[in-house]
């Protein structure tokens, strides 16, 4: 039960600092939704600001293992250059985040044995958006580090898709 409240206190928290944390001047479809595929698989929603996003999932991980996780990105569009219509619409972003995890077999993320993990999260990668801002697909790397109930690596990554409304 005490997992479950943790839980709910860092939705709240990510909520409440995503929408206070910068000057929300986004495009006309700032908000999407879709699946992740990989380490972990779940669903991800992204907001996008000015230069910059709020990045949410719930997860399933390999290791039997549920995690939520919210980030914060730094947009860089362009990066790519704009040789063509398909790399104009191309967009760099490293970020930094957090990461909870809960575990049905009592193992939590890195082989934790309390079923309970918090780490830091440092999510970089691509994306492309259609032309008309309606879809996204994008591919992220991201390494991290657990700090609680034991320091230890983590690893992520994944592809994906978002609708935008």
């Known amino acids: ?35 992740i595929l990989g380490q972990p698989t779940g669903i991800t929603g992204k907001y996008l600001m ?4 709020i990045d949410a999932g719930i997860a399933y991980s390999f290791g039997s293992s549920l995690l939520i996780y919210g980030d914060y990105h ?12 398909f790399v104009g619409a191309m967009t ?10 809960t ?7 890195a082989g934790s044995t309390t ?23 994008f591919l992220e790397l991201v390494p991290g580090i657990l700090i609680a109930p034991r320091t230890a690596a983590l690893f992520e990554g994944g592809i994906g898709g978002r609708f935008y409304f």
């Open 1 to 35: 039960m005490r997992e479950r409240g943790m839980t709910k206190k860092f939705a709240i928290i990510a909520i409440v600092l995503g929408v206070f944390a910068t000057d929300v001047r986004a495009e006309s479809r700032p908000f999407g939704l879709g699946i």
């Open 50 to 53: 000015d230069s910059n996003a």
């Open 74 to 85: 730094w947009l860089f569009p362009g990066f790519f250059g704009n040789s063509s219509e």
């Open 92 to 101: 760099a972003y490293v970020g930094g985040g957090l990461v909870l995890s």
């Open 103 to 109: 575990s049905e077999n009592r193992t939590g993320v």
């Open 115 to 137: 079923g309970f993990g918090v780490g830091v999260r440092v999510p970089f990668g691509a994306s492309w958006r259609s032309a008309d801002h309606r879809f996204e697909v």
